[in-house]
């Protein structure tokens, strides 16, 4: 409920600044044109994430600190994400399109072995979760409304080393989601724009493994810069919460990768973006490259802290 009345709240704000700037048509605007004036779209983004240094609320520790106060008989060392995302959008009318994503993930983790201080690496890979839904763009196309469906498609049983991966080296959820998402444009002039934005993603049973993901919880505000018809830079400032996993396992966790209670907590990003909205030729393609950064994180138990993620993606038009 909480989450919905955020939502409510974003959408009648935006529905009051609306009419206050109808006369500033900037280039903030082109995507959404593209989205109205196109039948389809293709984006393919690919993404990689670093996370080191295990760390509890109180901050990072070294191996030999973590292994002195908990009994766990591994420590994650470094884990790396990449996925490889293709989003497909087929507009139902003006204002409305069906849309499809489908990621598929590279997942590695080290540890350390209590014992001996040895290093062992695992890899996972393969298609996640895909989701569908429809994206829909609002209130003279400044507010953007996305509603998703996640289907169980990627995988929790995955296993290396004859052991079954922790619950960040698993490419699904194992249950079904639904995903929402308010973001409203308000132009200030001059080709500034400021872009507040809220997102939930919720899982609705739990999977066959019996456990289910905590919901997810986004809220951040982007300020960008459009320079003529092609370029943008912004910044972006956002917050995330992962709510505590429900697990019914009876599971005694060598390492907190399969611990369930070192599965939540709180991070705030900044992020910086650069677009590039071909022309003339290009007009038909779209270039985005963006570099986040955590600024802090206050998380349960012990886990690995994220260090940076690089994203680019590729749009194409028809």
Known sequence: MKSLSILLLLATVGNTFAHNHENHKQSHNSRHTKHLTSKMMIKYQYSSMLMENIGNDSGSLSTNEFFTET??????????????????????????SFMLMAPYKELE???????????????????????????????????????????????ITKE??????????????????????????????????????????????DNSEDYRLGNRYFYGVELSKAFGKSYEFALNYFHKTIDPLKSNEDVMAMSPAIDPKSQHGNRDYLKTQFRYLGQGSLSKYELGLSYTIPLKQD???????EQNKFSMNLIRFF
């Open 109 to 155: 983790m080290t540890m350390v072995k209590k014992m001996g201080r040895s290093e062992v690496t695992s890899k996972s890979a393969g298609m996640g979760d895909i989701k569908l839904g429809t994206h829909s763009l609002l209130m003279e196309h400044k507010l953007e409304l996305l509603v998703l469906l996640s289907l169980p498609t990627g995988s």
């Open 299 to 305: 998380l349960a138990g012990y886990q690995l802290r």
């Open 71 to 96: 009994s766990f008989m591994m420590a994650p060392k470094k884990m790396t994400m990449k996925m490889h995302m293709l989003d497909f959008m087929y507009s139902l009318n003006g204002n409305t």
């Open 160 to 205: 290396d080393h004859s052991k079954r991966l922790g619950y960040k080296m698993q490419l699904g959820s194992g249950s079904y989601g639904i995903d929402l998402g308010l973001k409203y444009l308000f132009e200030l002039g001059n080709d500034w724009a400021v872009r507040p934005e809220v997102k939930l993603m919720t899982f609705l049973n």
